[in-house]
């Protein structure tokens, strides 16, 4: 986690949060009961957000490039945001006795938000020890949930924010499952717990893998499923169980009596089949795809999208039709079969037929780049000959992961009413050379390039110098 640190007896604090700030960020003593679940029988929320915004400063940023995330662009633009909502956006805004950054010659998007990450899960350092992401001691553990397992004093938090303008985050669990279990949705501040870091309001995601990696993990270890018809085999029973669950239930909640006995892997699919849980699909090859939402109508549910996606550009009109997203790499390829047939227009095939497409990282390097993983992909199409703007492929960062993320009413552009996630880099965000500036989450300035005291720095790298306490 990042925290205030103490340098020659001299407390600097992150973003200039008081000591009653840094006590708002809250713990995980709030009693469950603070977030009452539909329905009766249990909670559907058990672990609610404890999240509150650090204190931010009134700021307008002006003379700057700006793309909103939903594919305008304003030049010599400005953007003003307060009580940590974007307040307006346009050309010579009054400050209204707000601070006044002048940009000139620097850029403005929404925070990025990476859609798949395993960071908490997977930190820094990577050694058995906090190697907590598959539970791979079963085909099908819906049970799990990924925020468990977040270490909130990850390194990588902070490299995501600083080198990558990363401000929110879904963390999953790994891919060696059918279902994997849940996901949680994360802003990247400083907290003590993973509560405290948890977006309120953001729905919980269902991990599901198909292909190679369940059918090899478990085919390994002699059992089902060994092949990929195993894999959608075990699926469909688990999805006839979970519809059964979900009708005892409902009988239950209608006409009362002795309730289900429960079931917490049949918790979280019941979820998906109310809506109330999205699922977030690991899946490489076009046909599996097909036959993965082919499957989700058979039982009532929805995929909202697939990852890694490598061959989506082959039905992208499947993709449009049935509303599912694809979060793709820009050229990650060929590392296993199923990741061979690809190509590095994908994203921009995807933006032409019209499907939600976007990037992510999967990884705790590839995340604090995702700016120029957008550049790369958008350069293939426009070699291919897309007519893709910058600002149109700022989306595949922004307003479509919120989208695909059910936060998109919160994030993920920069809209008056929404959450001041903001990043002011220090150049055109497509170029190599160019990094964040400054950023900021719900209007709290929590870096500043020029300021050695705005550079977060994780509890377990106090102590550290060159592993990050430069301070």
Not at 321 to 346: H, L, P
Request: glycine letters at 12%; hydrophobic letters at 40%.
């Amino acid at each position: 986690m990042f925290r205030p640190v103490l340098i020659l007896g001299a407390v600097i604090a992150l973003a200039g949060c008081t000591e009653s700030a840094g006590r708002a960020q809250s713990s995980s003593s709030e009693p469950a009961s603070a977030a009452p679940g539909r329905g009766k029988g249990y909670a559907h929320d058990p672990f609610p957000s404890t999240y509150r915004a650090y204190p931010g400063t009134p700021t307008l940023l002006t003379n700057v490039t700006i793309f909103d995330g939903e594919g305008g662009r304003i030049d010599k633009g400005s953007v003003l945001f307060r009580d940590g909502k974007i307040v307006a956006i346009g050309q010579n805004l009054d400050a209204g006795g707000a601070t006044v950054i002048d940009g000139q010659g620097k850029y403005v998007t929404p925070g990025v938000i990476d859609i798949h990450s395993h960071l908490g899960d997977y930190p820094s350092p990577g050694v058995e020890a906090l190697s907590d992401g598959n539970e791979m001691t079963g085909p099908v553990t819906a049970e799990v949930w990924a925020e468990h397992s977040v270490w909130p004093q990850d390194p990588g938090f902070s490299r995501a924010l600083t080198n990558g303008g990363v401000t929110t985050l879904q963390i999953l669990p790994g891919s060696a499952n059918l279902m994997g279990g849940r996901s949680v949705t994360v802003k990247n501040v400083y907290a003590r717990t993973m509560q405290g870091m948890k977006f309120p309001g953001a729905p919980y995601g269902l991990k599901m893998a198909c292909g190679e990696n369940p059918k090899r993990v478990y085919g390994a270890k002699g059992r089902m499923p060994s092949t990929r018809m195993g894999n959608i085999a075990v699926d469909r029973a688990t999805w006839a169980k979970a519809v059964e669950y979900k009708r005892r239930w409902d009988k239950y909640e209608d006409k009362g009596g002795e309730p289900p006995t429960r079931d917490l892997a049949m918790d979280t699919l019941r979820g998906v089949l109310e809506g109330e849980i999205l699922v977030q699909n690991h899946c490489y090859r076009a046909d599996e795809m097909a036959v993965v939402m082919d499957m989700a109508k058979e039982f009532g549910y929805h995929v909202t999208a697939f990852h890694h996606a490598v061959e989506a550009y082959k039905i992208a009109d499947l993709l449009k039709a049935n509303n599912v997203c694809a979060a793709v790499w820009a050229d990650w390829y060929g590392f296993k079969m199923e990741a061979y047939d690809a190509v590095n227009e994908n994203l921009a095939i995807l933006e032409k037929e019209g499907a939600c497409a976007m990037i992510h990282s999967d990884d705790q390097n590839g995340i604090q780049r995702l700016n120029q993983e957008v550049a790369k992909a958008r350069a293939s199409g426009i070699k291919a000959g897309f007519d893709i703007s910058e600002a149109q492929a700022w989306r595949w960062l922004a307003i479509n992961p919120a989208r695909a993320l059910g936060i998109a009413d919160k994030t993920g552009s920069l809209k008056p009413g929404k959450m001041a996630d903001v990043v002011l880099w220090n150049g055109n965000p497509f170029s190599v050379y160019t990094r964040p500036q400054m950023v900021w989450v719900d209007g709290a300035l929590l870096y500043d390039a020029n300021n050695p005291k705005l550079r977060p720095v994780s509890d377990f790298e106090l102590g550290q110098p060159g592993e990050g306490d430069v301070k």
